[in-house]
């Protein structure tokens, strides 16, 4: 702030001038964290300097006693205070020792929070989210899902002492299961945070992580039941297996900077390539141990997530592909065919730029699309793969937002299974973002832990069991740490609560199926009876959009009008119902 003159007097007291040092990129990490808190402790701690003026005040208090008696001239103006016409002294009208009383005091106070669960804003002084209805001091982050939703960190919905016991038994037993499930898992990916402050938290945040491992950890999956697999960074060398030296490079210098963004919504920090080349690295010796047979299946719990990483260009949080990195260090091991399973809620369209004119590995996604204007924009059912690939790349693109379990596992039962059959592959990936999980505030679909372990359930059917799930996104830590728990579950060879075998899909839901099929039978020869089947069953409308139904409703009832009120009245419904009919019958 300048220093500034009186408007009245250019010999006025100049005033301090006080700075307040803000987040920027640059810098030590430890100096800027120290002084940030420093800083603002000052400042809050601060109050405005009162006015001192010279300690004889004869003229004002006389000045004042006139006013009170009736007395006196009343032409006093602010100029004339400003330039010491009338002195003051520390009286009871000084107000430097002035302290806010407790009905100030709540008036002034910040009743803006932030949900520790969904990280939606929340005004007022509730105790509970009125997006998720989590309690502001939840134990989320301590105890995973397991902590309950209503009240503060220390109730549980579960007996926390003896998950407590439960948990020091197997660490002092070294109990691992026969079964051989691995995860992937390192510390060092926690750090990986923004600096700078925004509005509201990130949604691709540290305690993602923590809230999935306490809830393992609390439900004796891990430690306990799975084994652990060595962390390391992933090598250069490496990584240009799937990624240009453009990316490389720009993720590597990173860690010479403070903060720094590569698109407006994805960060990094000093220590983010440390932390995306330890994930790549866990998800490529994930890969290459369960497919060498060293381990059944594996879970990778990493961050940052990787599907919308492209080529050259890190993008929508991630900034090397995991799921691409597995996928290639599969085929280094020996497996011929790669399946890739993409259920995160937005298109992974760094996985498909990397594979889309690749036979060998075969891309298949569910997400979110609404004609393109869902992020990132890509995935329509008609993006099929280039060149000699045609059909490798299959989209899976869901109209509208609120899709569940019945969508997602009729999807699965018509379009994903038939075409993973006939691929064949050697070795499967899933790409696990749980953002499409019930409650997810950017997903805002209705997946379910039940609806997750049953499409694991049968991914776990292909090449052998080889499977490798690898965490993207999810942003509602309740929701994701259920729904990891639940697939980690499956992995470890339980079923799930409840097995769905004739499902019911939304006529949304069914419409994108049939669309998916109608494109991908040209390369997958099994689809062409289920597609027939379906338009059997369901009938030719239902490929007909809703607003399209009614435009051809509207124009085959337009027959003689004057019929409608006469006594042809009944001649008028029939004949433009059986327009109607021979109009959807001619659809295709």
């Known amino acids: 702030m300048n220093t500034g003159a009186s408007p009245f007097s250019s010999s006025a007291p100049p005033i301090e001038q006080r700075q307040m040092n803000q987040h920027s990129k640059g810098g030590k990490a430890e100096d800027r964290l120290s002084n940030g808190d420093s800083e603002s402790n000052s400042m809050r701690d601060q109050q405005p300097e009162a006015a001192t003026f010279p300690a004889s005040n004869s003229h004002f208090k006389q000045h004042w006693e006139e006013q009170e008696n009736g007395q006196g001239s009343s032409d006093v103006t602010l100029e004339d205070m400003y330039n010491n016409s009338y002195e003051f002294e520390d009286d009871e009208d000084d107000d430097s020792d002035w302290e806010p009383s407790s009905q100030d005091q709540n008036v002034l106070k910040i009743t803006k929070w932030f949900c520790v669960n969904c990280t939606m804003d929340n005004f007022g002084t509730g105790v509970h989210c009125e997006f998720c209805d989590e309690h502001r001091r939840s134990g989320i982050i301590n105890y995973g899902f397991l902590a309950s939703p209503l009240s503060k960190e220390e109730s549980l919905t579960v007996n926390e002492a003896d998950a407590t016991v439960r948990l020091k038994d197997l660490r002092l037993k070294g109990i691992v299961a026969d079964s051989q499930t691995a995860i992937g898992f390192d510390e060092r990916m926690l750090l990986h945070d923004e600096v700078e402050m925004k509005s509201r938290p990130h949604a691709e945040r540290p305690d993602r992580l923590r809230a999935i491992a306490a809830s393992l950890a609390a439900t004796g999956i891990f430690p306990g039941r799975c084994s652990p697999i060595s962390a390391r960074e992933i090598t250069r060398e490496e ?51 369960i497919f060498s047979g060293s381990a059944k299946n594996g879970f990778a719990l990493v961050r940052p997530p990787g599907h919308h990483a492209c080529v050259k260009q890190a993008m929508g949080f991630c900034l090397h592909n995991n799921a691409a990195i597995a996928a290639s260090a599969a085929q280094r091991a020996g497996a011929k065919k790669v399946l890739i399973i993409d259920w995160d809620v937005h298109h992974g369209n760094g996985t498909q730029e990397i594979f889309e004119n690749n036979k060998s590995v075969l891309y298949v996604s569910l997400h979110r699309h609404e004609g393109g204007k869902f992020y990132p924009g890509t995935g329509a059912a008609d993006e099929v793969g280039t060149m000699d690939a045609e059909g490798y790349c299959v989209n899976i ?3 509208c937002g609120g899709v569940g379990d019945n969508d997602y596992i009729f999807a699965f039962q018509q379009v994903v299974m038939p075409i993973a059959s006939e691929f064949d592959p050697d070795f499967t990936i899933i790409s696990a973002g749980f953002d499409a999980a019930r409650g997810d505030p950017l997903g805002c679909c209705d997946v379910t832990p039940t609806g997750y372990a049953q499409m694991t359930q049968m991914c776990s059917a292909l090449s052998g069991g080889k499977l490798l799930v690898i965490l993207e996104g999810g942003y509602n830590l309740r929701s994701i740490s259920s729904s990891a728990t639940a697939v980690v579950k499956v992995l470890l060879g339980d079923s799930p609560e409840h097995n769905v075998d004739q499902v019911i899909p939304t006529k949304a839901g069914l419409r994108t199926v049939l669309e998916v099929l109608q494109i991908q039978m040209k390369y997958w020869p099994s689809l062409e009876p289920k597609f027939l089947k379906l338009q059997s069953e369901w009938g030719c409308s239902a490929l007909l959009d809703r607003k399209l139904l009614s435009k051809r409703k509207r124009r085959c009832s337009m027959g003689p009008t004057w019929w409608k009120w006469g006594r042809r009245r009944w001649l008028y419904r029939v004949w433009c119902k059986n327009l109607s009919l021979d109009h959807f019958k001619g659809y295709n």
């Open 397 to 399: 693109p869901w109209s």
């Open 239 to 289: 990584l240009q297996m799937v990624h240009s030296l453009k990316n490389i490079d720009a993720v590597e210098l990173t860690s010479h900077l403070y903060s720094s963004y590569f698109t407006p919504d994805t960060y990094a920090n000093q220590y983010s390539a440390c932390a995306a080349r330890l994930a790549a690295g866990l998800c490529f010796d994930l890969a290459t141990s």
